[in-house]
């Protein structure tokens, strides 16, 4: 899109400049770093984040390992991969934490509409494949018809779902109200699915949960609660690939308030550069374990730093672009 | 109660960052840089952001001074200049020349609050005595048309829905027209499905939900819902969804998060349509019409 010029077209002609005189000055680095920062901020990075980051690149482009190269700005660019890569793949080489005595315990967390109901879908259907015998567990019962769609998610990918209450929907739920003026209980509900599953030998439990904002003390109270009924192995913060600066802030939020253990990015298959994982994983020091990418069942994968480090800087384009220099 | 509650945290005019460049004579270039930085967590984004800063600065030189308070007074009036250049903000539905049935379209990317806000428009409607209906044309959501109903039901107005899951979006639009305008109610509400803006397919099946709806009545309001949190991906859906369908308003939703939602600046910019209401909540009566004094405010908090 015409508006929103990549990383590739501020960088190539200064990238063009920099070849014609093949050395570096601290200006032509500076000039260069001010792009980088324009493009991660375009891409939704944290500013703080963006700010470490930058200083960073900056200290190693001064270093002898950019003078030295035979092409210095692609050297740069190198770095900048370099880097972003590894914030993101902090401690990502982890797969899913199994309990050594099932059920092993999933809980999902995040803000409202991020896709943590779909994922639990996705989820079980993941795990059922692999050959597991999940159960999702209906713990939103605040949302109108979340109980309903997880039922439905549940029928879709074939995996029974526990809904001992119906939460809030018209056919014989609550009515519609505000958050936390309900009747039923989603910190039992936890808390019961888990001998439900040991009773009927589920392996896996997915505890899917209502939406809370990062502020809201009252209901991140609650999602502990839920923690504390189940004692996870995970616990899952969905967040959507489109979030902007308030990424960290409700990073933070979720971080203190239920202490998860990775991160799952939704919305994906967007356009959205995505910005946001690279500010989660810098800012919480927890992986990103998943990645989803669809409304399907199938839409999930397993993250990968490197792609998530092209798509954040444009790279794949700039790689190109260096190549061709 | 919960709301004002949640609002009251946010009632300081200044953030910390201004705060101290206000404690100052002269600004210094870190100051500067403050200023900018306030805008950008804001997701104002980097362009406009730096755009305001240099126009704050020229005009300082200009002056001759950089006396914090002016510089304070003329970025925040600034920048109700910049949200407020969109003056009309109510909605059609609501003007005395208002059409009869009234036709809202509420449509955005996947999980933003249309569902909830278009719950939210019918409560307001009814409360100020129009008989509303809904119509549930995201036939494809899991539990999504339930999801309308349950608010149809608290609300106390008719939902029209798909008989059968996975049907046809724009059948079901077809459907609800045909039949707002057979009992003459004041206003239809449609919901869609949530969709991302770069799935041709999808953006082409909101273009024929318009045009079907059109065989029976007129379409005079689409909102575009855009979640707070949104970062600078929120331009690319509003230009892609104006493209789509057309859009007459924008409704920025979960405003009661610690988001600031700046990205609607440029979007108002750009395609030269208002913020026409705010999303405060879960809640039937968290929505709110727009105002930009309390927006900006919201930024520089
Ligand atoms: N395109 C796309 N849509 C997604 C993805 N994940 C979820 N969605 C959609 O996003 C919307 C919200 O998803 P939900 O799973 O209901 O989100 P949630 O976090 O459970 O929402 P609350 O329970 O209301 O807090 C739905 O329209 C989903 O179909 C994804 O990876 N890609
Ligand atoms: N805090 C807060 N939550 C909101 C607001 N508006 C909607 N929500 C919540 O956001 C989530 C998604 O809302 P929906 O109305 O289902 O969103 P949608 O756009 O219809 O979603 P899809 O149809 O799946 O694309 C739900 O959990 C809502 O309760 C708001 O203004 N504030
Ligand atoms: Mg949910
Ligand atoms: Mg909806």
Redesign the interface.
Known sequence: ?A??SSLTDKLSNAFKHLKSKGKLTEADIDGTIREIR?AL????VA?DVVRSFTSRVRERALGEEVSQALNPAQQVVKIVNEELTEILGAGVDRPLNFAKNPPTIIMLAG?????K?TLA?KLGYWLKDAGHTPLLVAADL????AV??????GE?ANVPVYAPEKG????G?E??????QLGGDPVKVARDSIQYAKDKLYDTVIIDTAGR????E?LMKQARDIRDAVNPNEILFVI?A??????V??AE?FNKGVDFTGVVLS?L?????G??ALSVASVTGKPILFVSNG?GLKDFEVFHPDRMASRILDMGDILTLIEQA | IRLKEKLSKSSNPFGRVLFNILAKDQLAESDWEDVEDTLLLADVGSEASEKLVDELRNDARITGTADPQEVRQSLRSKLVDLVDSQSDRALNAEKPDAKKPSVIIMVGVNGTGKTTTTGKLARLFVSEGKSVMLAAADTFRAAAADQLETWGQKVGVPVVRSASEGGDPASVAFEASKQAKEQNVDVLIIDTAGRLQNKANLMDELGKIRRVTEKNLPVDEVLLVLDAVTGQNGMAQAKVFAEAIGITGVVLSKLDGSAKGGIVISVQQELGVPVKLVGLGEGPDDLASFDADGFVDGILA
């Open positions: 899109m508006a929103f324009r901020l375009d891409a939704d500013l803000l409202q509409g991020a896709g109901t879908g605040q949302r109108p018809n309903t769609q997880l039922q439905v998610v879709r809030v929907q018209s056919d739920g009515a519609v109200a505000a958050p936390g904002l990062g502020v809201d009252e959507d489109m979030i902007g600066q308030d990424a802030q409700t939020a919305k298959d967007g356009d959205a550069r910005g946001a409304e």
